[in-house]
């Protein structure tokens, strides 16, 4: 049973309190492998630190934020101002990842 905010988590099966953002582990995993068959391997490192940055912060706008991004670098037509424009606002909700110059410069290489 699980309690308002709490999270229960027993292999890919999660339960959350009502509205929570999710991400599992096999849709987190399937995203970054994609993208590393996509970009070269510093740019999925980049997206594993980015990923544990938005998870520390325990913000639920850049978790938002860090799905849609991921879904719009994995669509087939990219469009690089949504992309940047996300990544923007993940910085801007989850400072301590604006701090982090190499994951910025990785990520932003992508459309630039």
Same mark, same amino acid.
């Not at 339960?15 to 849709?27: H, K, L, Y």
């Not at 970009?39 to 990923?51: H, I, R, T």
């Not at 990219?78 to 996300?86: A, D, E, G």
């Given at each position: #049973? +699980? +309690?308002? %905010?709490?999270?229960?988590?027993?292999?890919?099966?999660? @339960?959350?309190?009502?509205? *929570?953002?999710? /991400?599992?582990? *096999? +849709? &987190?995993? /399937?995203?970054?492998? /994609? $993208?590393?068959?996509?970009?070269?391997? %510093?740019?999925?490192?980049?997206?594993?630190?980015?990923?544990?940055? &938005? !998870?520390?912060?325990? /913000?639920?706008? !850049?978790?938002?934020?860090?799905?849609?991004? $991921?879904?719009?670098?994995?669509?087939? @037509? =990219?469009?690089?101002?949504?992309?940047? @424009? $996300?990544? !923007? %606002?993940? =910085?801007?909700?989850?400072? %301590?990842? !604006? *701090? #982090? +110059?190499?994951?910025?410069?990785?990520?932003?290489?992508?459309?630039?």
């Amino acid at each position: #049973m +699980t +309690t308002k %905010g709490e999270i229960n988590v027993t292999g890919d099966i999660i @339960r959350a309190e009502s509205g *929570a953002i999710v /991400n599992n582990r *096999a +849709t &987190v995993t /399937n995203s970054f492998n /994609n $993208l590393a068959e996509r970009y070269d391997p %510093g740019v999925a490192e980049a997206l594993v630190k980015l990923e544990r940055a &938005v !998870a520390e912060s325990e /913000n639920s706008e !850049a978790r938002e934020l860090l799905a849609a991004f $991921l879904d719009a670098l994995g669509s087939e @037509r =990219q469009q690089p101002s949504v992309l940047k @424009r $996300l990544f !923007a %606002g993940i =910085q801007e909700v989850a400072p %301590g990842v !604006a *701090a #982090m +110059t190499d994951v910025v410069a990785r990520i932003s290489s992508i459309w630039s």
